[in-house]
């Protein structure tokens, strides 16, 4: 069973986390490779924004996508995000010149310090990513074209995942002699559910197409397009925008928190956190509007 302080350090963490990035609201951020817009009221689509390289991933993407997502974590303008690519690719994976740039710094050294600097590296990395799994606002994927590597690792921290027929996977890191260390090992089989298969793939790091993606889990609709996609991605977002943010950004943190806890913690955590939410102006808005056939309409946060 969990203490007070415990279930309160739990809920804080992830914002206290994030104090590390620069918080501002979305309207002000600025960003190279990430294109953020508002396609719905409350709505925010952040589309990685490199074409020209089938948007492979560099260390300052890596970057931004941390401060994106740990910005847009308290934007009380946005209550559900759109996730996508630009270009024929949604993320062909790491940038590999990129990557083997940074190696090259640490051609000479001491062993033990050039280890420590791998690991640092690594872990801004990791958190760039666990800030959308962190973010309480619910994140769709709109995949289309190639998932490759790190574009695994990407959607494996989101909420919701939809993709394009022509959409293709595939979790390469062992072709390119290293374990996937940001995400896709650590997530993937809670997603999926079948470990053989979930094994097999990484083995052998084959390619998986749109129909195979959803027979497993790992996407949850598969559209005909691109375009289909990404409406329908944000249609969905719309929809859960329009419901109470209390509720919606409650309901994602009990579900994250329920992942890495047994039911009897989970079930302690979430009657903690209701005494005080059950006490929202936004269950009574919801009831009334649910008495009255109309639709409510929630503050913000």
Request: net charge neutral.
């Amino acid at each position: 069973m969990l203490s007070g302080a415990r279930l309160i350090s739990f809920t804080l963490s992830p914002l206290l986390k994030q104090s590390n990035f620069l918080l501002r609201a979305m309207s002000s951020q600025s960003y190279k490779f990430l294109a953020v817009t508002k396609p719905r009221e409350f709505v925010a689509q952040v589309t990685i924004n490199r074409p020209e390289k089938r948007n492979a991933l560099t260390l300052a993407i890596w970057d931004e996508i941390g401060q994106c997502f740990s910005a847009l974590s308290t934007d009380p303008d946005c209550r559900a995000i759109v996730l996508d690519g630009a270009g024929k690719a949604f993320c062909a994976g790491i940038d590999l010149m990129d990557f083997a740039g940074g190696m090259l710094e640490l051609k000479d050294g001491d062993i033990g310090r050039k280890a420590l600097h791998i690991r640092q590296m690594v872990k801004r990395m990791q958190q760039s990513f666990t800030a959308i799994e962190q973010c309480p606002k619910p994140v769709i994927a709109a995949i289309h074209g190639p998932c490759v590597g790190a574009g695994v690792d990407l959607i494996s921290g989101c909420d919701i995942r939809y993709c394009s027929s022509d959409a293709w996977f595939q979790i390469k890191e062992v072709d390119i002699g290293l374990a996937a260390d940001v995400g896709t090992l650590q997530r993937i089989m809670r997603i999926v559910g079948n470990e053989s298969a979930v094994r097999e793939l990484i083995y052998s790091a084959r390619q998986f197409f749109s129909d195979e993606a959803k027979e497993l889990g790992l996407v949850s609709r598969v559209f005909p397009d691109r375009e289909a996609t990404l409406n329908a991605s944000i249609e969905l977002a719309a929809t859960i925008a329009e419901k109470s943010p209390i509720a919606v950004q409650g309901s994602k943190v009990q579900l994250n928190y329920a992942r890495d806890h047994s039911v009897a913690d989970s079930l302690e955590y979430i009657a903690t956190w209701n005494m005080s939410m059950l006490q929202s102006e936004d269950l009574t808005k919801a009831a009334t509007a649910a008495l009255q056939k109309t639709k409510a309409t929630f503050s913000k946060l």
